[in-house]
Antibody, heavy 118, light 111 residues
Framework: QVTLRESGPALVKPTQTLTLTCTFS??????????VNWIRQPPGKALEWLAR???????FYSTSLKTRLTISKDTSKNQVVLTMTRMDPVDTATYYC??????????WGQGTLVTVSS | NFMLTQPHSVSESPGKTVIISCTRS????????VQWYQQRPGSAPTVVVY?????PSGVPDRFSGSIDSSSNSASLTISGLKTEDEADYYC??????????FGGGTKLTVL
């Protein structure tokens, strides 16, 4: 059974750095073709893909946010970490991690709401 | 870079058929697979169509996907509408420069 769970602070202040952790089970991120992605959704708005890390450590970032994002993985802990610098109130959103096994996001975490406010 | 444009909302009666469109702004809609995700309030999205016209196991055959190259768009068709189909629907595709892109979402109301 594949599961993913996001964890991190519910509230961050403007200009701070956000660190989110995705802890997963039921699959190996070391397996060829596997990847874990971060996707966010501001309240009442659309989904936005942020970043991806592949089984072979390849990394991909949203063009508009690449200067603020870093994705990494700890295969031994079954975790993927996303950091986002220079947080702003417009970054308030539910942040999801999602597995991509082939060509689509097939398993998602339940999401974690991050509010950016002073 | 490209964008995917969806209607903000659609509504239809139970038992009827609804079609949700997704238009690609640049590049061919046929150049990369299109996925469709259903999101109910308070829940994470789940895929209902992948690789443009494939259904995951467990998704009823009332859901189908297609593309129309002449309009550079993809469509999600839901037939025999049920009240449980009421949700937000997002299309998603990819290209090597923009990476993974979602449409703006369509709110489906089943009256």
């Amino acid at each position: 059974q594949v599961t993913l769970r996001e964890s991190g602070p519910a509230l961050v202040k403007p200009t701070q750095t956000l660190t989110l952790t995705c802890t997963f089970s039921g699959f190996l991120l070391s397996r060829s073709g596997m990847s874990v992605n971060w996707i966010r959704q501001p309240p009442g708005k659309a989904l936005e893909w942020l970043a991806r890390i592949d089984w072979d450590y390849d990394k991909f970032y949203s063009t508009s946010l690449k200067t603020r994002l870093t994705i990494s993985k700890d295969t031994s802990k079954n975790q993927v970490v996303l950091t986002m610098t220079r947080m702003d109130p417009v970054d308030t959103a539910t942040y999801y991690c999602a597995r991509m096994g082939t060509t689509y996001f097939d398993y998602w975490g339940q999401g974690t709401l991050v509010t950016v406010s002073s | 870079n490209f964008m995917l444009t969806q209607p903000h909302s659609v509504s239809e009666s139970p038992g009827k058929t609804v079609i949700i469109s997704c238009t690609r702004s640049s590049g061919s809609i046929a150049s990369n697979y299109v996925q469709w995700y259903q999101q109910r309030p308070g829940s994470a999205p789940t895929v209902v169509v992948y690789d443009t016209n494939q259904r995951p196991s467990g998704v009823p055959d009332r859901f189908s996907g297609s593309i129309d190259s002449s309009s550079n768009s993809a469509s999600l068709t839901i037939s025999g509408l049920k009240t449980e189909d009421e949700a937000d629907y997002y299309c998603q595709s990819y290209d090597s420069s923009t990476s993974w892109v979602f449409g703006g979402g369509t709110k489906l109301t089943v009256l």
